[in-house]
């Protein structure tokens, strides 16, 4: 049976009236957009009115909808499949019709009644590879950008009926899709309201990526050290779930974000838990040695050469000042000259193409360094000092943390330029007081073990804010 358009229905019949009603309130809120398909289709039994955008759906308006109505029509049958098919939903409230239009759904209005029918367009199909947090051992699969997809790497990692899923839109123009996740017999009750509160507060125009949302949920953008992880793959998301962590997944971002955490837990890699024992202990004793010398050697090395220098033995004094024999300028210019291009290579290496990305940053920094020492500008003991900075900054699985310690040896450099060693070591001791007193959602952010949601009191008046 061939659909035959019908442009214009009596007025006379109230039926008719409502059935324009539909269409013309469709219209009004899409005021002159193009790719809107608005139409009233006829089968030869019932006229039916049909509003979607073509590019937001696939193909399952053709078999779901179309095929049923105008080649295997039967009017009872076709009740049926409206009242029993999940996909089909009454929608009669005109004010959520643009919204879910703009989702993906396909209204429709028929025997006086609104429909929606889900139909939106799947863009991946299969799960993308860890690119950010890569994995020697363990499963190479990451989060994509759909959120579908992304609960069902999750479901698959962590197969229980525990795990609750709540879904939000956010972002007045963007609305976008997000879920928060957890397992409602691990999570603390107190941490998930805060959660739910601070959800609420939000307001929005575009969310398009995790970290615009890491920054509304932090009540302190000037932090330094992140308190909200963000990851890419599944089975790190399974494993803080395991521990009565609480997950939030974004339509459009790869992304997952996990609270609240602690700072062991931006120094975990998922390798650890496939590792032997005395292999994990020893890569993570590893990252904590790097993080301490990527904070302190440049700051220890201004300190020793320009105000303490009986700290090294004669023999090594005598060959970091031969080394700087040459040098026209004091040590922290030295420094600060080092740093600046080591930070300018690392900003080119992710911006430039990742074909060309990695060799013009490695040539780039063996020409600059070999010809900075031969110009005498730096000593060669700089170079390696740069050379060990760089390389321990990367040993830091979690993005986020290591650019937080990248800069945080700044303020070191400095203070060691005005006060040498002692304020190197006072500083120090601020840093933990500091690490001490910071709080993710609440809970400390240095304790080296959090107890499980039902150890806890339900004291949330004194949880400090996230």
């Not at 790190?236 to 609270?259: E, H, P, T």
């Not at 105000?307 to 040459?326: C, H, K, M, W």
């Not at 990367?394 to 450099?413: C, E, G, H």
Request: hydrophobic content about 45%.
């Amino acid at each position: 049976m061939i659909l035959r358009l019908r442009g214009n229905i009596p007025r006379m019949e109230k039926q008719g009236q409502e059935e324009i009603s539909v269409l013309e309130t469709i219209k009004r809120q899409f005021e002159n957009v193009t790719d809107l398909l608005t139409e009233t289709v006829d089968n030869g039994f019932w006229p039916m009115e049909i509003a979607y955008f073509p590019s937001l759906c696939d193909e399952r308006i053709k078999d779901g909808l179309l095929v049923p109505y105008s080649y295997r029509f039967d009017p009872d049958e076709f009740r049926r499949m409206l009242r029993s098919n999940p996909k089909y939903v009454e929608a009669e409230d005109p004010k959520q019709w643009a919204n879910l239009l703009l989702k993906g759904f396909v209204l429709l209005k028929v025997e006086g009644k609104c429909y929606s029918f889900k139909s939106d367009r799947t863009l991946v199909t299969e799960p993308g590879t860890t690119e950010v947090e890569s994995a020697v051992l363990g499963p190479q699969s990451a989060f994509t950008e759909d959120i579908t997809m992304n609960m069902a790497l999750l479901r698959l990692r962590y197969n229980v009926p525990t795990l609750t899923a709540e879904p939000y839109d956010k972002g007045s123009y963007s609305n976008t899709s997000i879920m928060v996740l957890y397992d409602r017999e691990l999570v603390n009750p107190v941490i998930l309201n805060m959660l739910r509160d601070k959800l609420d507060r939000i307001r929005l125009d575009l969310l398009l990526a995790s970290s615009s949302l890491v920054k509304e949920l932090t009540d302190r953008n000037h932090r330094l050290f992140p308190t909200i992880l963000q990851t890419e793959r599944p089975d790190r998301v399974a494993v803080m779930l395991r521990k009565g962590k609480i997950v939030i997944i974004i339509n459009g971002s790869r992304f997952a974000l996990i609270l609240p955490v602690r700072l062991f837990d931006f120094m975990h890699a998922m390798d650890d838990e496939y590792d032997s024992y005395w292999i994990n202990r020893f890569l993570n004793v590893m990252r904590y040695v790097g993080i301490w010398m990527t904070i302190i050697l440049p700051a220890s090395y201004i300190a020793i050469v320009s105000y303490n220098p009986e700290i090294f033995r004669v023999q090594l004094a005598f060959t970091i000042d031969g080394s700087r024999a040459g040098v026209p300028y004091p040590s922290f210019v030295e420094v600060f000259v080092m740093l600046f291009m080591i930070e300018a290579l690392i900003e080119a290496s992710i911006r430039l193409p990742r074909i060309v990305g990695s060799t013009a940053t490695t040539v780039g920094g063996l020409i600059l360094g070999q010809a900075a020492q031969q110009a005498g500008l730096v000593s060669s003991i700089m170079i390696i000092i740069t050379s060990v900075v760089a390389i321990s900054n990367f040993v830091i699985p979690n993005p986020d943390f290591s650019q937080a310690v990248r800069l945080m040896k700044y303020p070191f450099v400095v203070i060691a330029m005005l006060y040498g060693i002692s304020g190197v070591v006072v500083l120090f001791f601020a840093l933990m007081v500091y690490l001490c007193n910071l709080r993710s959602f609440g809970e400390p952010y240095f304790a080296l073990f959090l107890p499980r949601s039902h150890d806890l009191p339900n004291q949330g008046t004194k949880l400090g804010k996230g």
